[in-house]
């Protein structure tokens, strides 16, 4: 691609306990006019108990070889690196495991979201973070000899009891790392969300955040937070309330600002995450998913 970028991703789902939905899901994406897919490891039984089941990896890399196709990697949503001193080193093996499995299926990059913390004092809050820092810089040779990027993805709180990173916090975490192998995921409906509930400028967060994203998540939403009651999920999207995992254009997140003020770096990855649903509007979300990374200034 002329500015730098590996090209548009789909998020693919896999439901059946032993993967056996895997090859048709990256068959159909292919078909669907993607290159990349990403892989859901927190739907594929092959870690246990922070230990890779080798022989079930192994299966699931050959169902991948088998394929004319790229991967990328979503990592398990329950790693948190600013987790309670107790818990910590647990989390830690798990993301081991993550990068372990990310290198044997050929994953470019694993996903994992950055962490939570209890609403408590800001230092306690504080030392979650260099525990966050810490446990990133401790991992990222181990990423860099697997040659899987760790992109750490910007998400939202969901609710006001836990505190997490709005998207110019993560940076600067990053940026205090400062390794190749440790950059973002950039979760543009969550950062908007997560903005929004936090009272920050989305376009601001949004340039902050850029220059580490080597992993884009792309979806629409309103940036409104579900904080009120609804009935069923096409309430919701009456409401534009939530993270709706919306078709490129059906929300009004401002792709265009984000495209004309930011700037990423080169080898960005721009993986759609639309939610089942709406697949029947996957062609027009590619086509605009393509013209929007396309579009991306980098570094």
């Not at 079930?56 to 890399?61: D, F, G, H, K």
């Not at 600013?82 to 299926?105: F, G, R, Y």
């Not at 810490?134 to 006001?160: K, M, S």
Request: net charge negative; hydrophobic share 45%.
């Amino acid at each position: 691609m002329s500015n730098g970028n590996l090209g548009v991703g789909l998020s693919i789902p896999v439901t059946h306990p032993k993967y056996a939905d895997l090859g048709a899901s990256i068959d159909n994406a292919l078909a669907a006019g993607v290159g990349i897919v990403e892989l859901p490891l927190h739907w594929l039984d092959v870690i246990v108990g922070a230990h890779v089941l080798k022989p079930r990896v192994a299966e699931v890399a050959k169902i991948v070889a088998d394929r004319p196709v790229r991967t990328t990697l979503h990592g398990h949503l329950g790693i948190n690196l600013m987790e309670e001193p107790h818990l910590l080193a647990l989390h830690t093996d798990v993301l081991k495991a993550n990068i372990e499995v990310a290198q044997a299926v050929g994953a470019m990059h694993l996903v994992i979201h950055a962490g939570f913390a209890r609403q408590m004092q800001q230092a306690a809050i504080e030392r979650a973070y260099d525990r966050q820092r810490e446990a990133l810089a401790a991992i990222a040779p181990l990423a860099e000899a697997a040659g899987v990027v760790v992109c750490v993805e910007c998400i939202f709180t969901y609710d006001r009891e836990r505190h997490h990173p709005l998207p110019s916090r993560l940076a600067a975490e990053l940026a205090l790392i400062d390794h190749n192998f440790i950059r973002a995921t950039f979760d543009f409906s969550h950062g908007y969300i997560h903005s929004t509930l936090n009272g920050a400028d989305f376009v601001a967060e949004a340039q902050a955040l850029a220059p580490f994203s080597k992993h884009l998540h792309l979806h629409d939403s309103f940036g409104r937070p579900k904080d009120f009651w609804t009935y069923t999920q096409t309430e919701d999207l009456a409401f534009g309330a939530g993270d709706l995992h919306l078709p490129l254009g059906w929300g009004d997140i401002p792709w265009k600002q984000i495209a004309e003020t930011c700037t990423f770096p080169k080898g960005v990855v721009g993986d759609i995450e639309l939610q089942q649903r709406f697949w029947s509007e996957l062609p027009e979300t590619i086509r605009l998913a393509r013209e929007f990374t396309e579009s991306l200034r980098t570094q």
